[in-house]
Structures are given as structure tokens and as C-alpha cells.
């Protein structure tokens, strides 16, 4: 969260005045993006915490393209939210921001049909006519926040998130996942073996296959609690 939230707060320090006329404005639009990215990094961190401490499901979790010996979290950034006001932390004061980034970021289409359009001639009317086909993409948006408001959410959010987390007792469960790992089998002889000759995919090809069969997709070979 520390990285982006600085970045964000040099961001937004360009910016002179929240003014739509004013170009320098654009930064906070900037800066927003870059603080919501750290949001999501650290909200997705959150809940493979709790992934592992047994509050969330594997199902729930995955990613698209998951990997034996990896846990990352697929859902976007509004489907965390969710999920973590379920588990007692309630963030959603954000969704108004996350709404406004997913917007600018995502917002672009193409549009062919009617529209309701006034008519002058004569006697004002309303009339329906089609047009098109017309690109439309949303613009960069402005938001009242400074950089110390930048700040002081991000610190915020970071105190909110550890408290959250503590409370699920992660760390008994990590310490447990560790010990694991460690008696997990050192050189194993047939794969070791072949390391000295093995180009960059073999080496690669090595390591998925023992990830695959001594760790597995969601560390479900070594997991202590339930995965599914």
C-alpha cells in the first residue's frame, strides 16, 4: 500500500486547484487510479490471509489461471469489497471511488440506434431519430481530495486492514504452513538430477510438476484447514 499511496501523493501534489478548467486537475484523476491499485493489491493480500487462516473458500478465491504453489485472488476489486464486509470489515466507502476509476478506465463503446432529440421547426417537439455509429468514452474525472486526504486514507485503510487481519489469527496458521514447507522433501533424486543439463522450460517444467505433486493448486496438499 506504501508504494502506490506515495506515487498517489505526488500525484495529487501537481495538482493546483479541483477546477475542471484547470489541466493540472487531471492528476487527482491520475492519483486516484494509483491509490485504488494499492487498495486492491492490499485488499487481495487481506484475503489470501484469510484464505489461509480457513474464512474464505479456494472456489471463491481462485484466479482464472491458477498454479500449484501460488495463491493470488481472482475477484476484482468490487467483488473484495463484498467478500470482506461479509467478514466484518466494512470498506465500502470506497465503492463510490472504485465506481468512478472503473469508469474511466473501462468505459468505451460504440452506439447505433435512436435518440430523443428536440425539434425547433415550428412548433418545439420532441422527435426520435437514429444516428451512429458514434464512439463514446468517458473522461477524466475530478474529485475534491487533496494529497493529505490521500494520505490519510491510505494510513487509514492500512490500520483498518492489520486490525481486521489480527483478528483472524492468520499467523498461527502461516507458522503451521511454514513448518510444512519445510519437511516437504529436499533434492528430490530423480528431478535433481536432471537440473545440471536441463534448459530454462525444463527447469521450469521441474518445478511445476513438484509444486503439482507435493504442494497442489491452493496449497491444498499442505493446507490444515479446509480448502474446498
Same mark, same amino acid.
Given at each position: 500500500m506504501?508504494?502506490?499511496?506515495e506515487?498517489?501523493?505526488?500525484l495529487?501534489?501537481k495538482?493546483r486547484?479541483?477546477r475542471?478548467?484547470?489541466?493540472?486537475?487531471q492528476?487527482?484523476?491520475a492519483?486516484v487510479?494509483i491509490?485504488?491499485a494499492?487498495?486492491?493489491k492490499?485488499?487481495?493480500?487481506a484475503?489470501?490471509?484469510?484464505?489461509?487462516a480457513?474464512?474464505?473458500?479456494w472456489?471463491?478465491l481462485?484466479p482464472?489461471?491458477?498454479?500449484a504453489?501460488v495463491i /493470488?485472488c481472482?475477484?476484482g476489486?468490487t467483488?473484495?469489497?463484498?467478500?470482506? $464486509?461479509?467478514?466484518g470489515?466494512? @470498506? #465500502? %466507502?470506497l465503492?463510490?471511488?472504485v465506481?468512478?476509476?472503473?469508469m474511466?478506465?473501462?468505459?468505451c463503446?460504440?452506439?447505433?440506434?435512436?435518440?430523443?432529440?428536440?425539434?425547433?421547426?415550428g412548433?418545439p417537439?420532441l422527435?426520435l431519430?437514429?444516428s451512429?455509429?458514434e464512439?463514446t468514452s /468517458?473522461?477524466?474525472?475530478?474529485v475534491?481530495f487533496s494529497?493529505g486526504?490521500? $494520505?490519510r486514507?491510505?494510513d487509514? @485503510? #492500512? %490500520?483498518?486492514?492489520?486490525?481486521f487481519?489480527d483478528k483472524m489469527?492468520?499467523?498461527?496458521?502461516?507458522?503451521?504452513?511454514t513448518k510444512k514447507?519445510e519437511?516437504?522433501p529436499?533434492?528430490?533424486h530423480?528431478?535433481?538430477?536432471?537440473l545440471p543439463?536441463?534448459s530454462a522450460?525444463?527447469?521450469?517444467?521441474?518445478v511445476?510438476?513438484?509444486n503439482?505433486?507435493?504442494?497442489g493448486e491452493?496449497?491444498?496438499?499442505?493446507?490444515s484447514?479446509?480448502?474446498?
Amino acid at each position: 500500500m506504501n508504494a502506490h499511496a506515495e506515487l498517489a501523493v505526488q500525484l495529487a501534489s501537481k495538482a493546483r486547484s479541483t477546477r475542471s478548467d484547470d489541466p493540472t486537475s487531471q492528476y487527482l484523476a491520475a492519483a486516484v487510479v494509483i491509490f485504488l491499485a494499492g487498495v486492491d493489491k492490499t485488499l487481495g493480500l487481506a484475503l489470501q490471509l484469510c484464505y489461509i487462516a480457513g474464512k474464505i473458500t479456494w472456489k471463491w478465491l481462485r484466479p482464472r489461471k491458477p498454479h500449484a504453489g501460488v495463491i /493470488s485472488c481472482g475477484p476484482g476489486l468490487t467483488a473484495k469489497l463484498d467478500k470482506l $464486509r461479509e467478514l466484518g470489515l466494512d @470498506l #465500502t %466507502e470506497l465503492q463510490w471511488l472504485v465506481d468512478l476509476r472503473n469508469m474511466y478506465l473501462h468505459s468505451c463503446s460504440i452506439y447505433a440506434g435512436y435518440r430523443v432529440e428536440p425539434s425547433w421547426r415550428g412548433k418545439p417537439r420532441l422527435t426520435l431519430r437514429a444516428s451512429g455509429p458514434e464512439v463514446t468514452s /468517458s473522461g477524466a474525472f475530478i474529485v475534491p481530495f487533496s494529497a493529505g486526504d490521500i $494520505r490519510r486514507m491510505a494510513d487509514q @485503510l #492500512t %490500520e483498518r486492514v492489520g486490525k481486521f487481519l489480527d483478528k483472524m489469527n492468520w499467523q498461527s496458521h502461516w507458522k503451521e504452513l511454514t513448518k510444512k514447507i519445510e519437511r516437504l522433501p529436499k533434492d528430490p533424486h530423480l528431478e535433481a538430477s536432471r537440473l545440471p543439463q536441463a534448459s530454462a522450460d525444463e527447469i521450469h517444467s521441474i518445478v511445476t510438476s513438484l509444486n503439482k505433486r507435493y504442494v497442489g493448486e491452493g496449497f491444498h496438499k499442505i493446507m490444515s484447514v479446509s480448502v474446498k
